[in-house]
């Protein structure tokens, strides 16, 4: 999939993660020790009612399943013997929006979805992609959201 | 430190991470297992030009170093007497960038400034920080920059 494939409104399905009591305090030990991300007694008493994953870990958790979905479509794509697309560097994120709580026994289902591309001005065979990116629980609500943006290679130089 | 005490143009350096190969490989095979995150050779043909770290694991240590400096600062105040300060959920970021890559070796310090405060409408005991957070490294480049926000408590309902 190069830049003049990708189609705005396209939307990836890339995948569930369930959140288990041991990753949720093993991600925070490592990252976000906060006492409602370690342990059971102190985040009933916070704000959050009971253990949760740090914000951090379902944003990573998105990272994993993404990277694993390029993958994926690269290894297709070489199967088919397609050219093989040249995945760039993440300027950053926008707007990322830790909506809910995810709890122990959550299961988060992640996508992305295109919501705009260019041609990059300053580098003539690469594209800009912009995305929306979601997890939502196994109730249907939205724990996370944010936009974000990736270079992507183009066939022909604009 | 309780909502009241912040001021706006505050900063905070909350120490610096020296990033090694073997911890921007471990982080890369978990969280985002891209090539140029994960092999010399592969890192070298790509735009990066060499091993560096996952925008996730720059950001990430720039969380573990904020958690401790809280940790610091609570325990102070326990240790003087004071309240101890009430640390409320994140409802998210907006403009993360990656700025620079991160690449082996290179030290990052990071700090936050608050940038904004305000009383939370929708709970009277509970106050809405907004920050700048940075990462600089050794030759004074900034690598990572976002704005967040958290929730503090009030010693004193709006």
Known sequence: MDFEDVEI???ADIGTHAFTRDE??????RWDPQPFHLDDEAAE???FGA???SGWHTACTWMRLNVEDGARRIGEAVAAGRPVPRIGPSPGLFDL?????VYVGDTIAYS???TDKRASK???DWGLITYHAEGVNQDGVTVISFNGRFFLGRREAG
Chains 1, 2 share one sequence.
Not at 97 to 101: H, S
């Open 45 to 47: 008493a916070s704000q």
């Open 51 to 53: 253990l949760c994953a």
């Open 97 to 101: 929006k830790w909506l809910r709580p």
């Open 24 to 29: 949720i305090i093993a991600f925070a030990r």
């Open 122 to 124: 300053s580098r003539p």
């Open 112 to 114: 992305w979805t295109v």
């Open 9 to 11: 409104g396209e939307r």
